[in-house]
């Protein structure tokens, strides 16, 4: 492979790439703003200036291919002279509101200003004055004011939104970003602009002036918006999820997850609607009861039907751990009619990263046994049963909160109908009994996207039993992760359980016993049992997940 000389370092590198992968790559950081991986090349901040031996003016590190035996020097003297002249230049007429501004903390301006700025300025003319709160679509606020015309906005728009909206109008020191003539900025990704924006141009409109980042904790995730599992961060304040921002994973969405994932997959949470703590419904009105008396009328109630008059509704939004423990109870206990709703949307998905499932998990689910057996029904035949009241018993695990289906009101035929659930709906409105249960973002778990990657989900809200156990986190972990968890979480706590814990507790009223105290424990025994887990752990599937074995399907048809 050929070499090159960085900064003092003989280091290897690839045919085609330039200084700045190269130096990416080996761990050394070249300051940037216009440069980003997944982007075109601009070259037009000249942020990233270097110096490269027998080329007599420094040279942008961006557009510069690396050459075999270039010697390149990256802090060299005249480097950091020019880096602070091209700082000088942005700050002319850059208003200097760090502390109003809603990308302090994260800003790559301010960073540098720190590192490479000598602390006033030189200009004492007014600066240049342009739009304020500009709304460029639905879900991004612009100000134009502090925009450096890096023109990343604009090419993620072209390339990877494939939604050419944006452009830049004006010139010289006036220029500044616009769309289109009698466009919006509204295609299903603009929101990954605010993201990458260098600086504190461009803004959400949903997340802005709600919270500084440094007083928000950050906790890594799995978006719940599709089967894509797009990697996020779950930012939290008070107990409270303030934002979703995309976490980088290559091997399922790069850079990047849609609007609607961002927005509208975490509101639930802290909604007016959650279920909060066990409830019976008692003369038609739900009642708030101990945890011990709603598993005992749950049980008490199961036990008066054959295993043929029951039915168990599994979830593709609940994790490989609670399908897997609620599998099991319905085997134990003889059930036979198992089955799961579809979210399958035909025509809603793309060919970006949207996928026609809004589920996370509906793979996951029928791997670990959430599908209908051979001498079972699909689900229209159980609800079919249901309605001819041959199905007494229905047992339904977490669904969508925005969940409705014509299927639903064969309920009001059946006996008895018990159902864990995130927030009241027209679900809970045929139920006898709602077992609260956690979130996406209370818990931990595991979800397999459609691609079959399992990947890890942690709990980034408490619940009212988060204490040492965490919702079942080992002391081990608890002592690494645990007091900064409760530092960010001293709002409102939910009362909630975890569908396995629910389950598990509930099993020992059937008299099954189960003994799983923690999530990894269940996760531990199903990849002692199920082919497709075989050898896996929670420390194998670390951050970004691991795609599963044995799978025979072909993603294109998922």
Sequence with gaps: MPKLTLDGKEIEFKEGQTIIQVAMEHGVEIPHFCWHPELSVSGNCRMCLVEVEQIPKLAISCATMAADGMVVQTNSEKTVEARKAVLEFILINHPLDCPICDEAGECQLQDYAYAYSVGESRMVEEKNHKPKRVKLGPHVTYDAERCISCSRCIRFSREIAQEPQLTFVQRGDRVMIATFPGESFDNPYSMNAIDICPVGALTSTDFRFKSRVWEMSKTESVCTGCSRGCNIEIWVRDNKIQRLTPRFNNDVNSYWMCDNGRLNTFKFVNSDTRVDGAQIKKDGNFEKVEWEEAFRFTS???????????????????????????????????????????????????????????????????????????????????????????????????????????????????????????????????????????????????????????????????????????????????????????????????????????????????????????????????????????????????????????????????
């Design 300 to 558: 008490e109630n199961l036990k008066k039907y054959k295993a043929d008059e029951i039915a168990f509704i599994g979830s593709a939004f609940a994790t490989v751990e609670d399908n897997y423990v609620f599998a099991k109870l319905a085997k134990n206990l003889g059930v036979k009619n198992i089955s799961y709703f579809n979210y399958v949307v035909p025509g809603s998905g793309d060919n970006i990263l949207i996928t026609e499932d809004k589920a996370p998990n509906s793979l996951g689910a029928e791997l670990v046994g959430i599908k209908t057996p051979a001498d079972g029904f699909s689900i229209e035949n159980i609800f079919e049963e249901i309605k001819n009241k041959k199905i007494k018993a229905v047992y339904i695990l977490e669904q969508s909160p925005e969940f409705e289906s014509d299927l639903l009101d064969a309920l009001s035929n059946a006996e008895f109908v018990a159902v864990h659930a995130f927030n009241f709906g027209k679900l809970t409105d045929f139920a006898d009994v709602v077992f609260p249960a956690a979130t996406y973002a209370e818990k931990n778990g595991t979800f397999v996207n459609f691609q079959g990657r399992a990947q890890r989900i942690k709990p980034a809200v408490a619940t009212a039993e988060s204490d040492r156990s965490l919702d079942g986190l080992s002391q081990s972990r608890w002592d690494k992760f645990g007091t900064e968890f409760d530092r960010w979480n001293q709002g409102k706590r939910y009362d909630a359980k975890s569908s396995w814990k629910i389950l598990t507790m509930l099993s020992t009223h059937l008299g099954e016993k189960f003994n799983f105290k923690m999530a990894e424990e269940v996760f531990e025994e199903l990849a002692s049992k199920n082919e497709y887990f075989k050898g896996l752990n929670y420390d194998e599937l670390g951050g970004g997940g691991v795609k599963l074995k044995n799978l025979k399907f072909s993603e294109e048809a998922v």
